[in-house]
C-alpha cells in the first residue's frame, strides 16, 4: 500500500523555504520538525529525552508553528512512530477535523501546494 493510500490524502514533504515546525505542550515547548502535512494528517520528528515519546492511539495537543509566534492549536492522534536514539519520528491523523483551526490548517495545505508549483526560490 503506498503513502497516499495509507493516509488517504497527497502528502506534501515540507522544503526548507518554510519554516514552519510544532510544539506538543505534554512533551514541553520544544520545536519540532514538520516532515510533510495533508489535509488529515502530519508527520514530525520531535527529539526525545527518556520516557518524553508519543504512542500509537495518544491523542493530544499539537501547536502548528507558523513563525516564531502565529500557531493553530489541533488536536491529534498518534498512528505511527518510529523510535531512534535520541529523536522519534511520528505520524498522525488530525483527531477534530471540523475545527476552524483544522479548516485553517487545510487553506493553508492548499496554499503550500501553489506555493510549491509557481513560487520561485531566490538563490542566496
Known amino acids: 500500500m503506498s503513502a497516499v493510500e495509507k493516509r488517504k490524502a497527497r502528502r506534501r514533504e515540507i522544503v526548507e523555504q518554510f519554516s514552519f515546525y510544532v510544539c506538543v505542550p505534554k512533551l514541553g515547548y520544544t520545536r519540532h520538525k514538520v516532515k510533510d502535512i495533508s489535509e488529515i494528517g502530519i508527520g514530525f520528528e520531535i527529539e526525545t529525552l ?62 503550500v501546494d501553489q506555493l510549491s508549483e509557481y513560487a520561485e526560490v531566490t538563490p542566496a
Open 50 to 111: 527518556g520516557e518524553f515519546k508519543l504512542k500509537k492511539g495518544e491523542v493530544c495537543e499539537l501547536q502548528f508553528y507558523l513563525n516564531q509566534s502565529l500557531h493553530l492549536s489541533l488536536e491529534i492522534e498518534v498512528m505511527r512512530h518510529v523510535d531512534h536514539d535520541s529523536t522519534q519520528e511520528v505520524g498522525a491523523t488530525f483527531a477534530n477535523q471540523k475545527s476552524n483551526a483544522h479548516a485553517t490548517f487545510s487553506t493553508l495545505v492548499k496554499l
